[in-house]
């Protein structure tokens, strides 16, 4: 695929809303006539499809972490789904919306992916929180973990006037969380239709069902996301922080690990906050468990910290960096996600795995 399609995106937001013909036409902005570009790609020109699906790949490929729950998923469905796309392209019709047909094949290949590799967990499927820092843990063989999510390159907004969610709320770890206790079908109508603005009958063609089905699977999946989704969404709560209050807790937050100051630390929680470490199958509840655990573990017993702010799935998160002995540089170790209410930190989710860190374009080690 890397001789036919273009690695990277270009640098400029999403692509077009459905129902708009801007992925049609004579120009797109680019300079390039995507109906020549069409014609062009249908006669066997990599480049000119290259560049009729350049502008929504960033898009697809958050669909298709949305759909699968791992970055590493989404690389793969997306390769497979443009690989799927420009071999029958031939069965677009040109009438409709690229948009729209890019995203039913990639939906089907994240349907087809998703029923071969299984739901993506979180710790908190496993059993109940532990009162006290374990000390020998160890990961959970035969688990596939929810993964964080890049998002530096998401467009604000919606995808489409009649979506739902926002880009970015629909990237936050609870809302894809929330959608791995879905059904495939019900997780595609939801994706589609709620954050891609898809119609019910779009949707129905796209899953080779009918309009009434997909209406009973939104029902039911709008249910199960009530239940599992915190409200409001992060982006509300971020928003009425502001960016300035946001940057000083992200560090606070280092600031108090790299010192090993527990009651820096604590300062920055909720009562009921939360620390969840896959693929570590422990996690910690409450005050008094998490400081437990960040008192015996982080801030006295695994090394010298450093980190570097970035973020994921919308959030604020930061990259860590472990020293374990008293010189050397310090190696990437995790991706650690905070969600925040009011100005408190009331979840730590700690990415473990320096395969974590590289996608979010820091660098492996620090001084």
């Known amino acids: 695929m890397s001789d036919v399609l273009p690695e990277a995106p270009p640098d400029h937001d999403a692509g077009p809303a459905r129902g708009h013909d801007a992925d049609r ?33 960033r898009e697809l490929h958050a669909h298709c972490y949305r759909m699968l729950g791992s970055t590493h998923d989404a690389d793969d469905a997306l390769q497979d789904a443009l690989l799927r796309a420009w071999r029958g392209l031939g069965r677009f019709e040109s009438r409709g919306s690229l948009r729209s ?40 063989p035969g688990v596939a973990w929810l993964g ?39 997780r595609a109508a939801l994706l589609l239709f709620e954050v891609l603005g898809f119609s019910a009958a779009e949707i129905a063609a796209a899953l080779d069902t009918s309009a009434a089905s997909v209406n009973s699977a939104l029902a039911r999946a ?15 709560a971020l928003r009425a922080i502001g960016d300035t209050r946001v940057r000083e807790i992200v560090a606070g937050y280092a600031a108090a690990l790299e010192r090993g100051d527990a009651d820096a630390l604590v300062a920055l929680l ?17 005050i008094e468990a998490v400081t437990d655990f960040a008192v015996r573990l982080p801030l006295t017993s695994c090394g010298s910290w450093r980190h570097l702010a970035t973020s994921a799935n ?36 700690s990415f473990v795995g320096p395969g974590y860190v590289a996608p979010f374009g820091l660098p492996d080690r620090l001084p």
């Not at 039913?104 to 059993?127: I, K, S, Y």
């Not at 249910?223 to 969404?233: D, F, K, M, Y």
């Not at 969840?276 to 409450?286: D, E, K, L, Q």
Request: charged fraction near 25%.
């Open 148 to 186: 964080p999510y890049p998002d530096a390159g998401l467009a604000d907004g919606p995808a489409a006037p009649h979506a739902r969610y926002e880009q970015r709320e629909a990237v936050e770890l609870a809302f894809v969380a929330a959608l791995q206790h879905l059904p495939g079908n019900q």
């Open 270 to 286: 909720t009562e009921d906050v939360t620390w969840s470490m896959p693929p570590m199958p422990h996690w910690y509840r409450g």
């Open 25 to 57: 036409g004579s120009d797109d902005g680019s300079g390039h006539d995507p109906d020549r570009d069409l014609g062009l790609a249908r006669d066997g020109d990599g480049a000119a499809f290259g560049r009729l699906v350049a502008p929504l790949r």
């Open 222 to 236: 709008r249910r199960v996301l009530a239940e599992r989704v915190p409200s409001p969404s992060q982006q509300r």
């Open 101 to 140: 047909w890019l995203h039913t094949v990639a939906t089907r290949t994240c349907l087809d992916l998703a029923e071969a590799r299984g739901r993506r967990a979180m710790p908190v499927d496993l059993g109940p929180s532990s009162p006290r820092a374990v000390l020998d843990a160890a990961p959970a």
């Open 314 to 349: 919308g959030q604020p998160a930061v990259g860590c960096y472990l020293r374990r002995g008293d010189a050397g540089p310090h190696l990437a170790w995790s991706v650690t996600v905070l969600t925040l209410r009011g100005t408190r930190i009331e979840r730590l989710t």
